[in-house]
């Protein structure tokens, strides 16, 4: 088994564990209630909750929280108190990640995570989107393979950190051109 393939192991079976000890998430140790619940007259809120989920019926919004709730774990940062930017740039591109508000101790773990995404990218490992988006994500396997033709330079912005893409290769440059376009529109980043 592979280091990434590992790794990408070791933060899903974290991840279980962490959306298990959710409140809502197990079973319930109440004992007392023995009337059945007949889901034909819920709420679709009611189901929602009972399902831990929130007051949306849409699977894509279901998808999108569950999305930023691995964010949030892979961050460490509320993915909703942040603004994503993925910018295709004529030599790469950029992401940046900023708190929306001052919040001094998020600002200093965006900028921890965005400097170990830098060293992961630069080494070819891509896991950590690849656990957020719970896909593999499009152009990263020509980025792994690329990885010695692109550049990855961290630097602080004013609420987090960015990291700048760079190549002169056109093979990489498409791909990193392609991971960035699918990052916004699964961050809904709008950028």
Same mark, same amino acid.
């Given at each position: 088994?592979?280091?990434?393939?590992?790794?990408?192991? &070791?933060?899903? &079976?974290? $991840?279980?564990?962490?959306?298990?000890?959710?409140?809502?998430?197990?079973q319930s140790t109440d004992t007392t209630s023995s009337i059945p619940v007949d889901p034909s007259a819920m709420t679709p809120a009611q189901h929602a909750a009972m399902h831990g989920g929130h007051n949306s019926t849409s699977t894509a919004d279901t998808s999108?929280? $569950? &999305?930023? $709730?691995?964010?949030?774990?892979?961050?460490?940062?509320?993915?909703?108190?942040?603004?994503?930017?993925?910018?295709? &740039?004529?030599?790469?591109?950029?992401?940046?990640?900023?708190?929306?508000?001052?919040?001094?101790?998020?600002?200093?773990? #965006?900028?921890?995570?965005?400097?170990?995404?830098?060293?992961?990218?630069?080494?070819?490992?891509?896991?950590?989107?690849?656990?957020?988006?719970?896909?593999?994500?499009?152009?990263?396997? #020509?980025?792994?393979?690329?990885?010695?033709?692109?550049?990855?330079?961290?630097?602080?912005?004013?609420?987090?950190?960015?990291?700048? #893409?760079?190549?002169?290769?056109?093979?990489?440059?498409?791909? #990193?051109?392609?991971?960035?376009?699918?990052?916004?529109?699964?961050?809904?980043?709008?950028?």
């Amino acid at each position: 088994m592979s280091i990434c393939h590992a790794k990408a192991t &070791l933060v899903s &079976l974290l $991840a279980l564990s962490v959306l298990c000890a959710t409140p809502g998430m197990a079973q319930s140790t109440d004992t007392t209630s023995s009337i059945p619940v007949d889901p034909s007259a819920m709420t679709p809120a009611q189901h929602a909750a009972m399902h831990g989920g929130h007051n949306s019926t849409s699977t894509a919004d279901t998808s999108f929280a $569950a &999305l930023q $709730a691995r964010g949030k774990m892979a961050m460490g940062v509320d993915q909703y108190a942040s603004a994503h930017r993925f910018d295709v &740039l004529p030599d790469g591109g950029r992401i940046a990640l900023e708190m929306k508000g001052g919040d001094s101790l998020a600002v200093a773990q #965006i900028r921890a995570h965005m400097k170990l995404i830098e060293h992961a990218f630069q080494a070819g490992d891509f896991s950590t989107p690849e656990f957020v988006h719970a896909r593999a994500m499009p152009g990263t396997d #020509i980025m792994s393979r690329n990885k010695a033709l692109i550049r990855y330079t961290y630097a602080d912005l004013p609420r987090g950190g960015e990291v700048r #893409i760079t190549t002169t290769d056109p093979e990489s440059l498409a791909a #990193i051109r392609e991971f960035l376009t699918a990052q916004r529109g699964d961050h809904r980043a709008g950028h």
